[in-house]
Structures are given as C-alpha cells and as structure tokens.
C-alpha cells in the first residue's frame, strides 16, 4: 500500500509538472486548452486511485494536491495573459515544485517561439562551457534562461539565435585543488608535500600550512617559509628532520605539534605569532636555541618539553606559560621572565635539573626573583627553587607559604631552614630532594602529601605540634630515615605515610591519633610498635613488613578496629608473611599480642 502511494504520488507531480512546463512554454490559448486536458488526465487518476481503494486519508491528500495544482495553473495563465511571467524570476511556488520532482527548464527570456525553440541547443552549449556551477546542489541548467536563474542572475532578451546567453561568474566557488612540484595545494592552502628534496622553499602563494603537511618527513632538512603564510597548522612538520627553522612575522599562530619530535636545534619565532601552540616544539631533543617574538601572549601545554634548551627568555608580551611547557629540559640553566606575564602552569619548569636561576624583570607585578629563587611579587610565596641550584639554602622571613613542588629533585640541596613565619608545606615541596635533616617549625599547621617522599638521604625529621595529620605519603620511601616521634597533635596517619621507610626502626605515635590509614607503615624496619588508647581503627596492611616483620604489638586501649583482608576475612594489618594471620581473631584488647613466623598470634 506504501508503494502505491508513493506511486500515485509521484504521478501527480510529474503531471502537474508538464502542465506548468507546457503553461510557461506556449502563448497561445491552444496551449491552455491542452493544460485542462492534462488536469482533466489527473482527476481521472484520482478517480481510479479512489477505486483501486487507495484509503480515505490518501484519497483526501490527493484531492487537495490536485486542487492546488490547479490553481497554480490558472494564476500562471493569467499572469501569462498579462504580459507579467516573461519579465521576473521564477516566482519561489515553482521554484519549490521543481525542487520537489525534477530539475525544470526556466521560461526563456521573451522572443518568438520559433527563435527560442532553433536558438535553445546553442544556448544550452553556450551556458554548460561557459558558466561555472553555483554549488554542487545546483541541478545542471539545460538552456541559457535555465543558466541564468542557476546564478540568480536574469539575462537580457536575444536578439537573435545566433548570439549566446550572456555569462555571470557565480557567486561562490569551490577551493581549486591541484598539485605541482609536490605541493599539494587546496586553494592557498599547503595540505601536503608529497616530494623528496631536503630542502624546501615555499611557494609564494602559501597562506596556511596545512594540517600534517609535511608530517614524518625524515629527507627534510631545510625549509624556507614565505612572508605570506599565516598559520602553521597542527602537525605540520612533526617528526620531520629540520634542523633549523625561521617563521616569518606574517605568521600569527603556530599549532600544536606543528614541530614536535623534529631534528631542529634552533628556532626563531617572528614577530607576528600571538601564540604558540600545545607540544609545538615537545621533544626536539636537539633543540638548544629558540627566539619567541616580541608578539607572543601565550606559550602552550608542553610546547618545549623534553627539547635541549640551555637558556630562555620569556619577552614582555608573554601572560601565561602553560603546564609542562618547559618540563624535562635537563640543560636548561636561566630562565628570564618578562614584565608582562601573570600565570606560570603547573610543573612548567618541573626536572629542570641544571637550572640554576630564574630572572624576572623587576616591573613584573605578579612574580620577582631574589638569588635566582622564584618567589610571587611580594615574596609570601616561594614559588620553585631552582633544581640545579647547590648548598644549603635559607627561607627568608618574609615566606608564608612554599608552594607545590618547589624544592622537588633539588638533589643538590642538603639542608634547607624553614621560618617561622611559614604555615604551609604544599604537595612534593621537598620530594626527591637531597635534604639529609629538616626541622619543621611550629608555626606550621599543614603538610601536603608527599611533602618529604624519596628523600632518600633524610635521616631525621622533627614534626611539630602544631601538624593535626600525616598526609598520603609525605614521608614514603625515606629509605635513611631510621625513627621518627609523631606529636599528639596528630589525630590521622594517612595511606603510604611512611610506607617503603626501610630502615625505620622506631616509631612513637602520639596518643590523639584515632586512625592509621593501610599501608601507612609498611616495609618498614619496626619489629615492635605501641598502639594508644585513641586508636580505632587500622586499615589493611598498615604495618606489614615481608622480614622479619612486626612481631611485638601492645595495645593500650580496648576498642581498636582490625580492617580485614578481602579475600578470606583475614587481618594483614600486623602480617609479617603475606595474606595471612589471626590477630582479629585473637585481639581482646588491651595487651600485648605477640606473632610468631606463621602469623599466629597470641595473647601475653
């Protein structure tokens, strides 16, 4: 039934169609007779759709169609009749039928019949050589009217058969693509260069390097970039094997990626580029020198990782750097930053291990430097430590807070004197430093995770009493660190806190700790350990230790809870073997409880 009405359907269109077609064609009243010939065809159609029981609603739609087209064909005629139809457009009611059923030739400019019926095919020839297609919707013109109305363009009438229709250049092109030399070219766009040569000038034409364009080209060496380009596009010269590479002041944006994991080892950045992209130059590794334009306001995430830059200026146009931009160049030395800039990512110059100076100009208003220390304008904030930097340092008074991470993988730095005007110690401030001793003062009250981890040379630590928790592993892998007195001040002991602490004999936990988190001291040395009365809770694995393991416990309260192992309900808190041991069983509280090499506990 679907099928018959599409049918049916697409049979009244096309009829409706010939009529209006044979309507706009023809100026005698002959014609108009053979259009109500053409309707009276269509209502006999009805007629036989109604009795092939085509259904209510359909037969309903078909009716209204119909009386619809007739209408149409009337105002046609009388427009016709009126001298109106052969001075306009086509009006947007036929516009709409043709689009609907079939691309429809276009009323023919006025003329006899006789001159338009001999002069179509030479206009038809005439407007497919010479008109260029509007869009690649545009259905193909099939006489110079039907051209005309394609570019919305109306032509003049011909005065004779012999002359063409006259042409209009459309409005709106498509992109030329071609490709010469190598270059593969989308307008003025470089997509792609597909050639051999190690060196490489640019066509002047070139605006934008396109996306990839010469991606992963190890022959490359040399290119020359012309002043017309305007952006350097994502990927453009990734992997390829440049050396060097001068970007002109034409260009105004470099993407990102655009020269990463190349062979460069110097760059010179035009005054034009307002912003360097993410990764732009990430792991150039033998990148030693680069000049960033005077126009730059941003430098993205990781734009010059892992590359060998000795030294970098940051000029006054410069506001924000992005993370990482400079992480893990490991020859990086000085770094001057410029007045302008207001915001330094996170890890921006993280294991930037030669580095041995930061140098902010002094009109800067967010940041400063003092002894090539990176501190905030004020000098509140110690923002990072230079990694390269050797010898003890000295915190100045002024220091309320030191930041995250900035004194990490300062291995040159055997000591450090924190003030007592510091309240703070962010995340990682002293990780994987070579601090052998640290006192901290009380005037202290928070220590970030992972404050103190990997500082493999930390033999002692005194926390004061003004701490009110251990953080997540702000003590792991202290590998020197051999005893340590945590105040009563302290209420939690947090997961990892001085977990991989393999020399730590000797532990003393103050009596406001309520809870110690899992892992908090495992492999470690302790073979004994005091739990107070305010402990409630042990997580899982707290002390667990493969040899010799704690062996000796005494609880001074009675209501401790033994955070089970998953798998089989089994208590690993104390365990000196894995996933094994009783003590949850036997635990009856206060006492002291003593395991033996199979985690077997009993009671004293």
């Known amino acids: 039934m679907t099928t018959m009405k599409h049918a049916i359907k697409t049979v009244l269109l096309v009829s409706a169609l010939i009529a209006v077609t044979a309507c706009n064609k023809n100026k005698e009243s002959a014609d108009v007779a053979a259009l109500a010939k053409q309707l009276s065809e269509m209502q006999a159609k009805l007629e036989a759709a109604e009795k092939a029981n085509a259904g209510a609603e359909e037969i309903e ?7 619809e087209q007739k209408e149409r064909a009337e105002q046609r005629r009388e427009r016709r009749e009126g001298g109106e139809l052969g001075n306009r457009p086509r009006s947007s009611e036929t516009d709409a039928t043709a689009q609907t059923a079939a691309p429809a030739t276009a009323p023919a400019a006025p003329a006899s019949a006789a001159t338009a019926t001999t002069a179509e095919p030479a206009k038809s020839t005439a407007a497919a ?25 109306p032509t003049a009438a011909t005065p004779a058969a012999s002359q063409s229709v006259a042409t209009t250049p459309t409005t709106a092109v498509a992109a030329s693509t071609s490709s010469t030399g190598g270059f593969q070219m989308s307008g003025t766009t470089l997509t792609k260069y597909t050639g051999t040569s190690a060196s490489v000038t640019i066509p002047n034409n070139v605006t934008s390097i396109g996306e990839g364009a010469f991606v992963n080209n190890k022959n490359l060496t040399s290119v020359t970039i012309p002043d017309g380009v305007k952006s350097i596009g994502d990927n453009a ?45 990430q792991s150039c590794r033998n990148l030693t020198s680069v000049t960033i334009g005077n126009s730059v306001a941003s430098i993205g995430k ?28 490991a020859k990086l030395t000085s770094v001057t930053i410029g007045s302008g800039l207001t915001s330094i990512g996170y890890l921006a110059f993280d294991r930037c291990t030669s580095l041995t100076a930061f140098n902010v100009d002094t009109a800067n208003a967010v940041y400063s430097s003092e002894n090539g220390v990176l501190y905030n304008k004020n000098k509140t904030a110690l923002i990072q430590y230079p990694a390269g930097k050797t010898g003890a340092f000295n915190i100045p008074n002024s220091v309320a807070s030191i930041g995250n991470r900035a004194f990490y993988g300062c291995t040159r730095l055997p000591s450090v004197t924190i003030p007592n005007s510091v309240t703070s110690i962010g995340i990682s401030a002293f990780g994987g430093s070579g601090l052998t001793s640290v006192t901290i003062p009380n005037s202290v009250t928070s220590i970030g995770m992972e404050a103190f981890s990997k500082c493999t040379s930390l033999a002692s630590v005194t926390i004061p009493s003004s701490v009110k928790s251990i953080e997540t592993s702000t003590f792991q892998g202290c590998t020197r660190l051999a005893s340590v007195t945590i105040p009563n001040s302290v209420t939690s002991i947090g997961h990892s806190a001085f977990r991989d602490c393999t020399s730590l004999k000797s532990v003393t936990i103050g009596n406001s700790v309520t809870s110690i988190e899992r892992y908090a001291f495992t492999d470690c040395a302790l073979t004994s350990v005091t739990i107070p009365n305010s402990v409630t809770e042990i997580g899982q694995m707290a002390f667990f230790n493969r040899t010799p393991g704690v062996t000796t416990v005494t609880f001074e309260g009675n209501n401790v809870r033994l955070e089970p192992e998953r798998l089989g309900g089994r208590t690993s808190a104390f365990v000196s073997c894995p996933f094994g041991g009783n003590l949850h069983e036997v635990y009856s509280g206060r006492g002291t409880y003593v395991g033996d090499s199979n985690s077997n506990w009993t009671k004293q």
């Open 61 to 67: 739609r078909m009716k209204k169609e119909l009386e």
């Open 237 to 281: 010269f990734l992997g390829t094997g440049l050396t060097s590479v001068t970007i002109p002041n034409s260009v105004t944006s470099i993407g990102s990626s655009a020269f990463s994991s190349s062979s460069l080892t110097s760059v010179t950045i035009g005054s034009g580029v307002t912003g360097i992209g993410d990764g732009a130059f």
């Open 129 to 153: 050589t010479a008109t260029p297609t509007a869009s690649t919707t545009t259905p193909p013109a099939t006489s110079g009217a039907a051209a005309s109305t394609a570019t919305a363009t």
């Open 302 to 329: 990781s734009a010059f990782s892992w590359t060998g830059l000795t030294s970098v200026t940051i000029p006054n146009s410069v506001t924000g750097i992005g993370q990482q931009a400079f992480d893990d160049c």
